[in-house]
């Protein structure tokens, strides 16, 4: 029988053989899912960081961008106006009040460094035009050709003014030295000298009046803002004066009506009648 089973295989139809179940086994190293994810957190935070500071740099830019405006509207007002600035001080005293005003506004804003650095320049510049205006609307002693010369409302324009003419200065001496005689020509190192001396002088000056024109605008500035508090600490005491004295009449009506709604209810109760109470009613 073993023999017949062997050379005659009995095959039973239907029947279909179980596969293999193949399972998958993913070959990691040792650390390799913690440095993944410390990767991953780190790159989330940085991402985060990243989204919130532009956030802040564009909230900060936003606040900045009117008062740039302002600035170019003051400006506006000095170049379109410089002949009433040049009679009126006290248009270059409010224009100078809204300049420190924009300044100190724009000293309250955090971020956005070069912005605001660039806006501080502007209104810097500005104050030196108004500085500059007012300087030149004094009367002079003689009226002299314009000439373009460069602007000395700062110090660079001083320092340039200053080295322009040390070469003038310098070129005049040599046309002396070449027109006089040696004696006359060995002089002339003592007087460059003192030329200089003179310009670096009047340079030292100009600066030192220009601190003072704004060290003036700022102290004027300062007075009146004390000026408009006082005013304004003044309308709030009569103001609170008033709200007490309307309390205190209201306190004392509230206490009237009180008083009279206690009697009220008590007028208000009669006696019976002799006859309803015979009646035990």
């Known amino acids: 029988m073993d023999r017949f089973a062997e050379r005659f295989p009995i095959q039973f139809f239907g029947h279909v053989p179980e596969k293999k179940k193949v399972v998958s086994i993913p070959v990691r190293f040792v650390g390799s899912e913690t440095t993944t994810g410390e990767a991953g957190a780190v790159a989330a935070v940085l991402k985060i960081q990243k989204v919130f500071r532009g956030h802040l740099v564009r909230k900060n830019v936003r606040t900045v961008r009117p008062i740039d ?4 509207g003051v400006a506006l007002i000095l170049s379109d106006s410089a002949d009433l600035l040049r009679s009126s001080e006290k248009e270059r005293l409010r224009l100078g009040e809204a300049l420190m005003r924009l300044l100190l506004k724009l000293d309250s804003v955090r971020g956005a460094r070069e912005y605001r650095r660039k806006i501080t320049r502007r209104a810097v510049s ?41 070469a003038d200065v310098a070129g005049e001496e040599w046309m002396l030295v070449e027109s006089e005689s040696p004696a006359t020509a060995s002089e002339v190192p003592e007087m460059r000298e003192g030329r200089v001396r003179e310009e670096k002088e ?15 605008a700022v102290m004027e500035w300062v007075v009146e803002e004390n000026v408009r ?17 309307m309390l205190g009449a209201l306190t004392r009506r509230v206490e009237r009506l009180e008083r009279i709604a206690d009697r009220v209810p008590k007028k208000s109760k009669c006696k019976p009648c002799p006859a309803v109470q015979g009646l035990g009613l």
């Open 69 to 72: 405006a302002e600035i170019d």
């Open 229 to 245: 508090l006082k005013e304004t600490v003044a309308e709030l005491s009569e103001k609170n004066a008033e709200q007490r004295m």
């Open 126 to 166: 500005l104050q030196e035009k108004i500085d500059s205006i007012a300087s030149a609307g004094d009367p002079c002693p003689a009226d002299a050709p314009e000439t373009d010369a460069p602007d000395v409302s700062s110090p660079d324009g001083a320092a340039e003014t200053l080295e322009t003419e040390e």
């Open 202 to 216: 009047r340079a030292e000056e100009v600066e030192r009046g220009f601190g003072e024109m704004d060290l003036r």
